[in-house]
Every structure is written in C-alpha cells, then in structure tokens.
C-alpha cells in the first residue's frame, strides 16, 4: 500500500506500450479508479482498444485532456515530444505537474519547453510495472514543488517502488533497469535455445526456461533473500552448478551485461544530445528575422 493518496485524474498523454502498462498497473494497485485515468491516441482503434481493456477515458484532444489534471505523464516518443508540448503550453496552469517518462529528453529542454509555474520531472518506468512491480527511478527538475514531488513518489508507489536520483544516475538506470526486462528476456529465449540445442522440444524448453526465470524472480522477492544466498542453495561446492557458472564467467557474461549497459547509456545520451541540438534550432529559426 503506499503512503500518501495516489492524484487523481492522472492523464497520459501518448496511449502506446509503456502508458497501457502503468494503466495496468494503476488499476490493479486498487488505488486508482478507471474513471480517473485519461489518455490520449492518435489513432481511433487504439483509443477503442485502450477503452474497452481498460474502462479508461479515451481522448484525441492533448490540450484539452490536461485540464484539471492533477499530474500529467508524457508517454510519446521523442520525435513527437516537442510538438506535444507546444500544444499543452497553452492549457497547462501553474501548480501543475508533468512527469516526462522519455527516456531521452533532458530536463532542461523540458523546462524550456513548459510554461515556468509547471512543475517538471522525469521518470523511467519499466514494464514491469503493469504488474506493480517495477522499481522506478525519477529525477526532480528546478521547478518542482513539495506537493508535486509526494504526488509523484505516490503514483510511481502505487506501480512498484520510486528511486529519487539525479538526471546523471537516471540516464545509467536507462540503460540498466529501462531497458533490463529486454534483456533478462533474451536471456531467457538464450536458455530455451540451449535446452533445444540439446534434443528438447521448442515448447517444453520455453516452459523450462520461462519457469526458471518465475520461480527465481519469486525467490529473489522473498523477504531478506540474497542473490549470492539464493546462489548457494543451488550450487553444491564442486558440482553441476558451479561448472556452468564458470563457463557463464568464462564466455564473457559479465563483460556481455556490461557492454549492453554501456552502449544504451551512450545511445540514451546521444539521442538526449540530437534532441535538444533539434530544439534549438527550432528556436533560433523562429526567433530569427522573417
Ligand atoms: N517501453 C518502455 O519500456 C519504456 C519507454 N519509455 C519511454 O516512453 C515513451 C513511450 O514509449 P513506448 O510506450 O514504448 O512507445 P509507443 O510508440 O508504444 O507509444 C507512444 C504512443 O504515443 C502515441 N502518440 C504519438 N504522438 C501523439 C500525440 N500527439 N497525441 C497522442 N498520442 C500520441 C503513439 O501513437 C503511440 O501509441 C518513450 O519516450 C520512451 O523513451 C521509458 C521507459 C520504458
Ligand atoms: O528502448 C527505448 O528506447 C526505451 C527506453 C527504455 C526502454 N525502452
């Protein structure tokens, strides 16, 4: 349960695959009604589609669905992000809160963006909090006021566990908790392809493998477990286990983990860099002498 009344009406703005998981999870949280969430499509069917799973209000009109918001969720990409903003400039009011959740819009150009009595944040949440269980970092920008900050911890609360840390560290949570579920999957489709390398059948090794990562994960989230204790109990001292850990270690397992994180990271800051590079050329263009 958390702590402080999760806002309402919470408004997404960009119904796509991130925005449908923290309705799922909202929902599900037993916090939030239906009727206080609205989002917005740009396409009809999706709007139908989100209505009909979800009993959410369904919107095409971002300006008009901001009003009287009580916290706004950016959930578009961004090559959409800076058209958007202009269109909810005008309608947003001071004391509001907009929380941008891409992964790759910088605070600043937020800022820049939004009108100034606005308080602007960022958050990363990860898929997994469609089923409430997703740690979600969020970093505060220069604007924000006490009130938008509990309203913020109590949505992501309601969704799993907010992580308050500096825009710096929410870049590397991008490349490690953002994009992790991707590759805790692969690895799952990699043990599966093993299982069938070895003679079993496509369905069995994907229950095999699928089970191995549920049953572990439900382990991990025991009260006090360890990921070197839960280690333990299954590797017997110079057994099965440890060989193929070593062989994990010796083809390159935490060098591969490693890397994947470092190039999101960089992926996640160039983009952040082209985009505000986009930015700033619009302004000069429509700041310079017609
Ligand atoms: N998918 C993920 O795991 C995560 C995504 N993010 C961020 O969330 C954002 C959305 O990502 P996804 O949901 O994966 O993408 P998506 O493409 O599934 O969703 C974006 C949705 O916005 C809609 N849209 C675009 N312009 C619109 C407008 N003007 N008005 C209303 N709707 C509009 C699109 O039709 C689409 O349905 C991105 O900025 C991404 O960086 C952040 C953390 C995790
Ligand atoms: O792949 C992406 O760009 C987004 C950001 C983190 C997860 N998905």
């Known amino acids: 349960m958390v702590s402080h009344p999760v806002p309402a009406p919470i408004v997404l703005l960009g119904g796509g695959k991130l925005a449908e998981a923290i309705i799922k999870g909202l929902l599900r949280s037993g916090n939030v009604r239906a009727s206080d969430l609205r989002v917005t499509v740009r396409r009809p069917e999706r709007g139908e ?21 009580a916290v706004v969720l950016l959930s578009v990409r961004q090559a ?13 009011e001071a004391g509001q809160v907009v929380v941008s ?10 800022e820049a963006a939004l009108p100034a009595g606005v308080s602007i944040l960022r958050a990363i949440p990860p898929t997994p909090v469609g089923v409430g269980a997703g740690v979600t970092p969020i970093t505060a920008g220069s604007r924000m006021t006490e009130s938008a900050r509990r309203v913020t911890d109590a949505l992501f609360a309601a969704l799993g566990r907010p992580l308050w840390v500096s825009e710096e560290e929410l870049t590397v949570c991008t490349g490690v908790s953002g994009t992790g579920p991707a590759y805790v999957f692969r690895f799952v489709e990699a043990l599966a392809q093993a299982a069938m390398a070895h003679g079993m059948g496509a369905a069995e090794a994907a229950a095999l493998a699928e089970g191995t990562l549920i049953g572990a994960a439900k382990l991990l989230a025991e009260p006090g477990a360890t990921t ?13 286990t440890v060989a193929g850990l070593e062989a994990l270690e010796a083809h390159g397992l935490s060098r591969a983990v490693g890397e ?30 017609k």
């Not at 959409?80 to 947003?92: D, H, K, R, T, V």
Request: charged content about 15%; overall charge positive.
């Open 228 to 240: 070197s204790g839960l280690i333990a109990q299954v590797a017997t001292p110079g057994g099965i």
């Open 80 to 92: 959409q992000m800076a058209e958007l903003m202009a269109c909810i400039f005008p309608a947003l």
């Open 49 to 69: 589609e989100l209505r009909s799973r979800h009993g959410v209000q369904v919107l095409t009109d971002n300006a008009q669905a901001v009003r009287g918001a």
């Open 260 to 289: 994947a994180v470092t190039v999101a990271i960089q992926r996640a800051k160039e983009r952040a860099d082209a985009s505000a590079r986009s930015a700033q050329s619009g302004a000069e263009a429509h700041s310079a002498p």
């Open 101 to 110: 959740l891409s992964a790759d819009v910088r605070l600043a150009q937020l």
